[in-house]
T-cell receptor, first 114, second 113 residues
Framework: EAGVAQSPRYKIIEKRQSVAFWCNPISGHATLYWYQQILGQGPKLLIQFQNNGVVDDSQLPKDRFSAERLKGVDSTLKIQPAKLEDSAVYLC????????????FGQGTRLTVV | AQSVTQLGSHVSVSEGALVLLRCNYSSSVPPYLFWYVQYPNQGLQLLLKYTTGATLVKGINGFEAEFKKSETSFHLTKPSAHMSDAAEYFCAVSEGSARQLTFGSGTQLTVLP
């Protein structure tokens, strides 16, 4: 069974530039998550989708971050404009519908903002 | 609101010694509890989970954890550490209808030869 795919694996950009990350979840998983993991910290949920809809985006900095999940499958997370403090690993995860919430994670995208 | 506290950001044990990683949670409803492991430059891999039923749960790689409601704890143990266990370990809790996962800050496990 194919796992959660993310790209790119690494990205370096200058502050004020824009960047986008892509995620392809496990086939059949209705729930998709984006997490931000700053060095030395646990992952923080940015946004949770259930099929096409947003379940929780309370911690997404909406002035600069946006995410979409078209057709309930792939998802993209965008940052525009990036700030230095956005340097982190961005993890995508997917799971079946609640209450089965065993989340499967991709390898993440390491973003460095200089 | 739910939260997770992992006591000890760094734990060192000798190879063959007992591994004990501590996790306490707060939750207003019966939670689901998880332990994940993260190797360098990798995503998170599920070690074990508690949803309902037996409070002692066994996971992969010889790890187990016990849900203690009275202590609001879900500590992770392994009787004998291997060098390959060196990694970062995260405790997580989920609750609510959407079952959002909230993670602790992690514990870096070092295994000494």
């Amino acid at each position: 069974e194919a796992g959660v795919a993310q790209s790119p694996r690494y990205k370096i950009i200058e502050k004020r530039q824009s960047v986008a990350f892509w995620c392809n979840p496990i086939s059949g998983h209705a729930t998709l998550y984006w997490y931000q993991q700053i060095l030395g910290q646990g992952p923080k949920l940015l946004i949770q989708f259930q099929n096409n809809g947003v379940v929780d985006d309370s911690q997404l900095p909406k002035d600069r971050f946006s995410a979409e999940r078209l057709k309930g499958v792939d998802s993209t997370l965008k940052i525009q404009p990036a700030k230095l403090e956005d340097s982190a690993v961005y993890l995508c995860a997917s799971s079946l519908l609640p209450p089965n919430t065993e989340a499967f994670f991709g390898q993440g995208t390491r973003l460095t903002v200089v | 609101a739910q939260s997770v506290t992992q006591l000890g950001s760094h734990v060192s044990v000798s190879e063959g010694a007992l591994v004990l990683l501590r996790c306490n949670y707060s939750s207003s409803v019966p939670p689901y509890l998880f332990w994940y492991v993260q190797y360098p430059n990798q995503g998170l891999q599920l070690l074990l989970k508690y949803t309902t039923g037996a409070t002692l749960v066994k996971g992969i790689n010889g790890f187990e954890a016990e849900f203690k409601k009275s202590e609001t704890s879900f500590h992770l143990t392994k009787p004998s550490a291997h060098m390959s266990d060196a990694a970062e370990y995260f405790c997580a809790v989920s609750e609510g209808s959407a079952r959002q996962l909230t993670f602790g800050s992690g514990t870096q496990l070092t295994v000494l030869p």
